[in-house]
């Protein structure tokens, strides 16, 4: 990880949407993917390992659910930057995981603009 | 996503309020300075402001904001500028001139340099407010567990509308403004950000001890917020509780194109010059001449009146993106697949009435969405395509329009609304056994009936359903509901097309003058007293079957029964009028809404057009009535309301 690449830890159950999001971060050149994630459980001892500056975070997955995770991961360390990957028609979903702690949201279907826009204006804070 | 779609809007309901506050503004250049003026600028600047910043336009945003902040101050009792109403009307001219830039795409960006001097002059004679201490900020807005120290803030947050999950960036906002003080209340609500009718705007009472900066600093980098002012909240007088603020009227203006204008005045000038014919006539005593005068006189009136009532309709297309997109949400929230249909969407309907019936369609939607459709995988389990309909129909019927709202989802469960309705006291067995199916589903509609029963998860409706009625009959309009188990809910909204002038019969009876729309009228005729039963439930007008050659036993028996009301004896005529039944009755047949019913009459005085005028509090709450019309020779007749008289 170089100084002026923000890391990433992407969490999603489908191989698919990881795929995705790693190709939108790592073309911008300005993100680092460190590690990938494909349920709640894994995403909390992952981000333990990594500490990555920014978790991408799906919210409907087997063993712990997105939001479960969230919870978890920012017990351990409430300044963790979390973005919550949400299907259409799961907005109360994704209001609970704000109240949760997560930082903001995508709606799929994603577009390279849609995660760009969110993950940088989180990567300025 | 079609923003020349938004821009159309905004620039027609932009150019409303800057209309209606013209209106406002030459009342203060007049010297009078009511509040209900100051508030009522106040809210056409906040609402302009709103759009203008949804839209992106900074520099509407920031001018209609610096009006809006000065009224503000005022309706709560700050001294007026001496240059205020200059400063207003120049403001409404900037406006004007910038939302007219805007529709030709011309707007966008940085303040322009017309606009900042005003401002400027606007701010330097805003009177400030000083914060109030938080405690009594607090104590009214809820039962905070302690009075947190600081000072009370008034945050006031518009999301970006076509953003995703616009209610989830709301939330955003509200977590991030707990960083820096406590939230004390939120309009709408956090559990209710989710409503597929929340439109974006969102105010919020925050206590804190910061400065405005810092707060405003916690959500200046959120995505999709377009536009967050903070400001000390207003003081509020210790005695008085602040009442609601007056409901904002629809649109009360109208642009109109100067070729109709010319028309209107063409058609006047030719009233004059009949005007002069009948005058001339009636000076000559020629009455022959005065009485075709007079005839042509009334068609020019007639032909104003329906030019005048044409600038008044507006196609229900109109709203028809709302509709749908209020749908769509509701599908994506409830994560149901749900297609809209509308049909007759050219059926114009008076503004007034449009601009009403939203509220209500929206409703009947979410119902519809939310307690009628079912999950795919259910539908599928049930023969049905996986993707659930709606459709609206409209289509006009003489003077009225009617609107069906029909979805194919799970339908009602009529035993269900009848153990509900027993069981919560809202009708009782024998009641219930005298009514038809659409009086079972009717009773969905009583207040109180949805909540205090839980009807909905049984029956697919009821949720402010009593609210839909109330809203349909304000408007002098019926609902009837229709609906299969398995197969889906018919909703029907019958609503007149005007609500100012109706052609009525104006009838006699010993309890007075009343005015029967004729629209409803199926047939005017004598009959024999013999032919009118009177039973324990009522009385009844029997119609004798045409002859039936297959079967002789029939013939000459009466085989149809009309309910019949007498007026008389419902408005409770003196005895001594009614006592003594004449052979021959005065009978108007009617037919509305799906229900037949007959009127017994004294007498039918004539058949005219009338001018409805609303009966106004109290009286309006006489559901037999619609209005009352003004006659000719200053009598009042009052206008029957047909459907709510046959229900009685």
């Known amino acids: 990880m170089t100084s002026d690449t923000l890391s990433v830890l992407i969490v999603d159950d489908a191989l698919f949407m990881r795929s995705m999001i790693r190709d939108i971060l790592t073309n911008t050149g300005r993100f680092e993917v460190v590690g990938e994630a494909a349920n709640g459980r894994e995403a909390v001892k992952k981000y333990r390992e990594l500490k990555p500056g920014l978790v991408t975070m799906d919210i409907v997955m087997p063993e712990l659910d997105g939001i479960e995770a ?56 | 996503m079609d923003m020349q779609k938004y821009l159309d809007l905004f620039v027609s309901e932009a150019t409303e309020h800057i209309q209606a506050a013209g209106n406002d503004a030459s009342r203060l250049a007049a010297g009078l300075m009511p509040l209900e003026t100051l508030n009522s600028l106040f809210r056409h600047f906040h609402s302009i402001k709103g759009m203008a910043a949804s839209m992106g336009f900074e520099e509407i945003t920031a001018l209609s904001h610096s009006v809006e902040d000065l009224f503000d101050r005022l309706r709560k009792g700050a001294q007026p500028p001496a240059e205020l109403s200059e400063l207003v009307l120049e403001a409404l ?165 100067t070729a109709t204008l010319d028309q209107f005045l063409d058609a006047i000038s030719e009233m004059i010059t009949r005007r002069g014919m009948l005058s001339s006539a009636i000076t000559t005593r020629d009455f022959h001449a005065a009485r075709e005068s007079l005839g042509k006189l009334s068609e020019s009136i007639d032909a104003l009146r329906k030019q005048v009532m044409l600038i008044r309709l507006m196609p229900f297309e109109h709203i028809t993106p709302r509709l749908t997109r209020s749908v769509r949400d509701l599908g994506r929230r409830t994560g149901k697949r749900v297609s809209l249909r509308i049909t007759g969407a050219e059926v114009a309907l008076d503004r007034s009435v449009l601009e009403e019936i939203i509220d209500p369609l929206n409703h009947i939607l979410r119902n519809a969405v939310d307690h009628g459709i079912e999950i795919p995988a259910e539908r599928e389990l049930m023969g049905k395509r996986p993707e659930g309909c709606i459709s609206i129909d409209l289509a006009r019927h003489g003077d009225h329009v009617v609107i069906g709202v029909e979805d194919d989802g799970k339908g009602m469960d009529k035993e269900a609304i009848r153990r509900a309705a027993l069981a919560g006291g809202f009708a009782t067995e024998a ?44 408007l002098h309009g019926h609902i009837t509901i229709s609906s299969r188990r398995g197969q889906g809910t018919r909703l029907e909204m019958s609503l007149p097309l005007t609500v100012a002038v109706i052609d009525a019969f104006v009838v006699e009876s010993g309890a007075g003058l009343f005015a029967v729309p004729a629209g409803s009228v ?119 309301d047909l459907v709510n008289l046959s229900r009685s």
């Open chain 2, 522 to 640: 199926a047939s005017v005729e004598l009959v024999e007293s013999g032919r009118i039963r009177r039973t324990i439930s009522g009385q009844f007008l029997a119609s004798r079957a045409a002859p039936n050659v297959d079967d002789p036993s029939g013939t000459d028996e009466p085989v149809s029964y009309t309910p019949l009301v007498s007026l008389d004896e419902a408005f409770g005529a003196p005895a001594s009028v009614a006592q003594e039944a004449p052979q021959l009755r005065q009978v108007l047949a009617y037919q509305t809404n799906g229900m037949r019913g007959a009127l017994a009459v004294d007498r039918i005085r004539e058949r005219r057009e009338v001018v409805v005028k609303p009966l106004g509090p109290p009286l309006e709450r006489l559901r037999k009535y619609s209005g009352a019309a003004l006659l000719d020779d200053g009598s009042v007749a009052l206008i029957l």
């Open chain 2, 431 to 474: 009641g219930l056994a005298a009514m038809d199916e659409h009086q079972i589903f009717l009773l969905t509609t009583i207040p109180g009936f949805s909540t205090a029963t839980r009807v909905t998860e049984v029956s697919g409706r009821g949720v402010g359903m009593d609210v839909v009625r109330t809203r349909i009959e304000a």
């Open chain 2, 93 to 257: 001219d900037s406006a004007s001139t910038m939302v007219a830039w805007a529709s030709r795409g011309e707007s966008r960006g940085e303040i322009s340099v017309d606009a900042r001097p005003l401002i400027d002059r606007i701010r330097a004679v805003t009177p400030s407010l000083t914060s109030r201490p938080a405690a009594a900020a607090a104590a009214p807005a809820t039962a905070a567990p302690a009075a947190p120290a600081g000072t009370c803030y008034e945050c006031h947050v518009v999301i970006d509308p076509r953003a995703d999950f616009p209610g989830a960036r709301a939330a955003l906002v509200l977590k991030r403004l707990e960083v820096v003080g406590q939230v004390a209340s939120s309009a709408p609500a956090r559990g209710d950000l989710q409503r597929p009718d929340f439109t974006g705007e969102m105010t919020i009472e925050l206590i804190s001890d910061r400065a405005e900066g810092s707060i405003r600093a916690m959500v200046n980098d959120l995505l999709d917020v377009k536009l967050f002012e903070v400001r000390p909240a207003p003081q509020r007088p210790a005695a008085a509780a602040p009442g609601p603020e007056p409901v904002e009227a629809g649109p009360t203006t109208v642009r109109i194109p």
């Open chain 1, 70 to 125: 969230t919870r978890e991961i920012l017990k351990t360390d409430p300044q963790a930057v979390i973005v919550m990957c949400s299907a259409l028609g799961q907005e109360a979903l994704v209001i609970e995981s704000i109240a949760a702690g997560a930082r903001d949201f995508i709606v799929k279907p994603f577009t390279p603009e849609k995660v760009i826009r969110v993950v940088e204006n989180l990567a300025r804070r």
